[in-house]
């Protein structure tokens, strides 16, 4: 083989990379003519509903992107070309390189490198672009969801994150899966913990049951089989081993029952220890779980007492703080208040224009609040005898799903709109925080002593937020844990020592979480 002199060697260097500039340049040139052509045709186009001024604020971010990807990709084949004429060298003088683990580990490098470079210039370009102030909200992502957010700031480049995440917030917290519990035939829409001991978990569900089941051991205590329809909710009463449910057969059903509990086994980790805010998940679907139900679990078939006079579905029902009365929610658009020894209609609650969603009760005043497809939610004040108020919430514009109270003076509401919003009752014109999603949220729970909203979304995600809708976590959800179709409602049981808080959805399937509060709160 003949031996290339070192003159000529850098002459061929200096060759290749006039060749590379010359081709750089010719590129640049072609795809910057390109790129001003893609610009016009975008903003000059109707179909988007963006606002010009994002619309111009995408395009140049996208812009950036695609510049320094096709500046990374040339430096990796002017350093490939470097690397191979260098072992020619090499080889010439006679000694060996492992050329391959060279040009890995450079080009290694040099992409992190790189990488940092575009990871700064994009957080600081949506920075610049963004003025509004951010402290009281998350905000949605913005085109494709799973592989762009600005939110996020997700990208991929090939196979491989090429920039993870730019969130406001990166706490985690310590998110366990303990329990799944397992039996219904259909979709879970709701689930409640019992307020008196023995502690159950009672989910209701679209195969026309209620069950009850043991939080330590997973096993179906008593199933009731009194409604004709869909069991929407489930309640149960604040000092009696008494459960209400609200079903699509027109009627809400108070049952009384009696359990006993199992011996509680060792509990079996089943999950990843920490909440994962920054990898996501497949969206393949899995199976659904297929359960033939408890066979030995006890049932009840009739009730102890019927609340009629509705004229569509009941949606939910709630237990007045004392229990001597109840509130229904239907389709009908009207709320009813109901005396609970008599089965007496005390109040009919109309006002709203389109079917309720749901309703609640204050935990220590006679306050009601239902929830409309009609956008807004409307609290209702009893704690005067004589007279009852009503106030009307106009702050979402889609059905909202749900709105709960606090321990105090607030109220939530999530809604089909994609957002969570937080109200103070004493100042009820605008909220004093939004949350926004990237997914319509369902039945939403707010934890008594630390005030943490747990969010249940229609594309099987569980977040935590604080009051003031900083995220806190994001429950895990994999091909093997989680969720696996959409989640229907959330409930915190602080009071558990393991569960403390449940979730359910149309997987069939209610899952026990441990969540470290006090990790989650100082990670904050």
Request: proline content about 3%.
């Amino acid at each position: 083989m003949p031996v290339e002199s070192s003159s000529s060697g850098v002459v061929r260097q200096a060759k290749q990379k006039r060749k590379s500039h010359s081709l750089s340049i010719k590129r640049t040139n072609s795809t910057e003519q390109e790129r001003s052509g893609l610009q016009r045709d975008m903003l000059d186009g109707q179909d988007s509903k963006l606002p010009l001024s994002l619309r111009t604020n995408l395009i140049d971010l996208f812009s950036q992107i695609e510049r320094e990807f096709e500046n990374l990709y040339i430096e990796n084949i002017e350093l490939r070309r470097e690397i191979e004429t260098l072992n020619d060298r090499l080889t010439a003088d006679g000694q060996t390189l492992e050329g391959t683990d060279l040009a890995k580990g450079a080009l290694k490098t040099k992409t992190s490198h790189s990488t940092s470079q575009l990871s700064q210039k994009l957080k600081t370009t949506y920075k610049a672009s963004t003025s509004k102030p951010r402290s009281n909200s998350c905000h949605a992502p913005v085109g494709g969801a799973r592989n762009f957010s600005v939110s996020g700031w997700e990208l991929w480049g090939g196979d491989s994150w090429i920039v993870s995440s730019f969130k406001t917030t990166t706490s985690r917290a310590l998110c366990q899966l303990l329990r799944e519990y397992v039996g219904h035939r259909d979709g879970i829409w709701d689930l409640s913990v019992t307020r008196t001991q023995p502690m159950v978990l009672g989910t209701a569900s679209a195969d026309h049951t209620a069950m009850l089941w043991s939080i330590e051991t997973g096993k179906c205590l008593l199933k009731y089989l009194g409604h004709q329809g869909s069991v929407n909710s489930i309640k149960f009463h604040p000092t009696e081993q008494m459960a209400l449910t609200a079903s699509g057969d027109q009627t809400a059903h108070i049952w009384r029952f009696m359990v006993q509990l199992p011996t509680p086994q060792p509990v079996v980790d089943v999950s990843q220890p920490l909440c994962d805010d920054d990898v996501d998940v497949s969206d393949k679907d899995e199976a659904e779980v297929e359960a033939e139900g408890p066979n030995d679990c006890p049932s009840v078939r009739v009730a102890s007492t019927t609340l009629r006079s509705h004229q569509g579905v009941v949606i939910a029902a709630d237990w007045l703080v004392g229990g001597k009365q109840a509130v229904t929610a239907s389709w009908d658009r009207a709320a009813n208040l109901y005396d609970v020894e008599t089965s007496e209609l005390v109040h009919s609650l109309t006002g709203h224009d389109q079917e309720l969603t749901h309703c609640c009760t204050h935990p220590t005043q006679r306050l009601v609040v239902t929830s409309s497809r009609d956008t807004t939610f409307r609290l209702w004040d009893f704690r005067d005898p004589s007279i009852h108020s009503v106030n009307v919430f106009q702050g979402h514009t889609d059905t909202v799903t749900s709105a709960v109270f606090t321990v105090g003076d607030n109220v939530v509401s999530g809604s089909d709109d994609r957002t969570v919003k937080v109200w103070d009752l004493k100042n009820m014109r605008s909220p004093i925080a939004t949350i926004r999603t990237d997914s319509a949220v369902n039945r939403i729970s707010v934890s008594v002593s630390q005030k943490i909203i747990a969010l249940p979304h229609d594309n099987r995600q569980v977040r935590l937020f604080d009051m003031s809708g900083v995220r806190l976590a994001r429950l895990p959800r994999s091909n093997r844990q989680g969720h696996r179709r959409m989640v229907c409602c959330s409930a915190w049981c602080e009071d558990n020592t393991s569960c403390n808080l449940f979730t359910c959805g149309f997987d069939r399937q209610a899952i026990g979480w441990n969540i470290n509060i006090p990790a989650l709160l100082l990670e904050k």
